[in-house]
């Protein structure tokens, strides 16, 4: 499986950006998902959503905030993130696995960083 995160840059506090993560090869991981890690912080967390039920679940942080949806005709999943703050500022990681934690992620993508400004 081959993940390619796309839709990272700099934003001012407040805005909104969209990333997308295409994925090609086949895989029986129920987990789609994304994570972030910031300069000297553990990769974290941050939503991901299963590819037979749809069912999705986010990190404390960003409920309410961010929203975890896919296309399955095109092999896509999205991270729109609204209201950033700079505390939001990291490497994102698009992931397939059998979970929500780094443990059990079975492959990664090439990561997109999200600056946000104050």
Same mark, same amino acid.
């Given at each position: 499986?081959?993940?390619?995160?796309?839709? &990272?840059?700099?934003? @001012? %506090?407040? =805005?909104?950006? $969209?990333?997308?993560?295409? #994925?090609?090869? /086949? *895989?029986?991981?129920?987990?789609? &998902?994304?994570?972030? @890690? %910031?300069? =000297?912080?553990? $990769?974290?967390?941050?939503? #991901?959503?299963? /590819? *037979?039920?749809?069912?999705?679940?986010?990190?404390?942080?960003?409920?309410?905030?961010?929203?975890?949806?896919?296309?399955?005709?095109?092999?896509?999943?999205?991270?729109?993130?609204?209201?950033?703050?700079?505390?939001?500022?990291?490497?994102?990681?698009?992931?397939?696995?059998?979970?929500?934690?780094?443990?059990?992620?079975?492959?990664?993508?090439?990561?997109?960083?999200?600056?946000?400004?104050?």
């Amino acid at each position: 499986v081959q993940l390619q995160a796309s839709g &990272g840059g700099l934003v @001012q %506090a407040g =805005g909104s950006l $969209r990333l997308s993560c295409v #994925a090609s090869g /086949r *895989t029986f991981s129920n987990y789609m &998902g994304w994570f972030r @890690q %910031a300069p =000297g912080k553990e $990769r974290e967390f941050v939503a #991901a959503i299963t /590819r *037979t039920s749809g069912s999705t679940y986010y990190g404390d942080s960003v409920k309410g905030r961010f929203t975890i949806s896919r296309d399955n005709d095109k092999n896509t999943l999205y991270l729109q993130m609204n209201s950033l703050k700079p505390e939001d500022t990291a490497v994102y990681y698009c992931a397939v696995g059998r979970g929500l934690a780094t443990s059990v992620t079975d492959y990664w993508g090439q990561g997109t960083q999200v600056t946000v400004s104050s």
